[in-house]
């Protein structure tokens, strides 16, 4: 093993996360500490293309604003057949850019990096990795699977329905109707496997429901309709395998409707909250339900948990993600900078946490 560790970071993806995705991999490769670490770069463009180390890094060197920044080769003489397509032979490129390097930290948002697929492809490849393993990932990411999970754990989830598209497609008012008879307008509709509230929407009449279902039926084949809750947004981060630890708890306070992709990453107006103000009764039990609902679905490495507090002091779990967002701005780093650890740290810890779930999967 060499005096540092190859550390081979993944992101970009075919997701609608795929600018998030670039800006934090920006962020780790500039705090990962340099004495520990020599990053590796692997990006993958937005059709799916894997690009080599090279294109990836003359990549992130273009000026472009954050945010803004999609992955793509620098120039059309660089584009070669290998990197145009998505099938095998671009992603044996992504595999032999892998080849020389001793862990990996997947940074793909979403669906393809978020989902479990990436994790399945790095377990076949025998490679330790930070993060959630296959189970959890595919869990984690399809919302209608995590409700279900959590719900056979005992923990608190609102009201839902789960919409099969080709059975809504045959009769969009029947199935608008079969839905109300279950949940009461207003109700907010959400492709099952997102992120970053794309496809998501707000329904008050059958009317908008039929529209809102349309919308999150572009994005999956499989759509989640959840009671409309309120109160205040709290998230709790978690990090470890075996004994994970729960975070100081934060808070969203937006002036849009809802959480959009508009608030989460381009409204000045947003605050995070990281710590945020509860009573030590409320802080203590967002805490506990994160770490069940980490432990819900098999976690390990790190998650960030989601919730709503409600006026009458009870607590919804909104989601978990398994690949939160990892820009020194986001919530999960400035939760555990609030709890003492810096991001470089943190960095380090996830990837001590990878190899240590690697090491016990060969002894057993």
């Known amino acids: 093993m060499p ?15 795929h600018e998030v995705s670039v800006v934090s991999a920006q962020h780790v490769i500039a705090a990962a500490d340099p ?11 937005k059709s799916g293309a894997w690009l080599s180390v090279e294109e990836t890094r003359a990549a992130l060197e273009r000026p472009e604003p954050a945010f803004k920044k999609t992955l793509r080769p620098p120039s059309p003489q660089s584009w070669g057949k290998q990197s145009e397509g998505r099938g095998v032979r671009s992603l044996i490129r992504g595999v032999q850019a892998l080849e020389d390097v001793d862990v990996v930290f997947p940074l793909i948002h979403g669906t393809h990096g978020e ?42 989830v609102g009201e839902h329905t789960i919409v099969n598209m080709r059975d809504w497609d045959a009769n969009p008012v029947e199935g608008a109707r079969v839905i109300e008879a279950q949940l009461p307008y207003p109700a907010f509709v959400k492709p099952a496997n997102g992120g970053s509230s794309v496809g998501v929407s707000k329904a008050s009449n059958r009317e908008e429901m039929v529209e809102a279902v349309r919308i999150a039926g572009q994005c999956d084949t499989k ?6 809750l309120s109160g205040r947004e709290v998230e709790c981060a978690v990090l470890g395998n075996h004994r994970p630890e729960a975070s100081p708890v934060g808070e969203i306070r937006h002036t849009r409707e809802f959480y959009d992709y508009e608030a989460k990453y381009l409204d ?5 909250m990281a710590p945020t103000e509860l009573p030590p009764g409320i802080e203590r039990s967002v805490k506990d339900l994160a770490l069940r609902a980490f432990q819900a ?27 939160p967002g990892f820009t020194p701005a986001s919530m999960y780093p400035r939760l555990w900078q609030a709890a003492g650890v810096s991001y470089s740290e943190l960095v380090t810890r996830l990837v001590d946490l990878a190899l240590e779930r690697h090491r016990e999967k060969r002894i057993a």
């Open 35 to 45: 004495l520990h670490f020599e990053v590796v770069p692997i990006g993958v463009t």
């Open 297 to 323: 679905i098999d976690g390990k490495g790190l998650s960030r948990v989601d919730f709503f507090l409600r006026t009458d002091g009870s607590l919804i779990i909104e989601e978990i993600n398994t690949i």
């Open 115 to 156: 989902d479990g697929t990436l994790q399945g492809l790095l377990e076949l490849a025998d490679m330790p990795y930070v993060g959630c393993g296959v189970a959890a990932s595919a869990i984690g990411m399809d919302k209608a699977l995590m409700k279900a999970a959590f719900l056979a754990d005992g923990l608190p």
């Open 3 to 17: 005096d540092r560790l190859r550390l081979g970071l993944i992101f970009g993806g075919r997701s609608t996360e």
């Open 223 to 228: 759509v989640i309709i959840e009671e409309a």
């Open 268 to 272: 000045p107006s947003t605050k995070i």
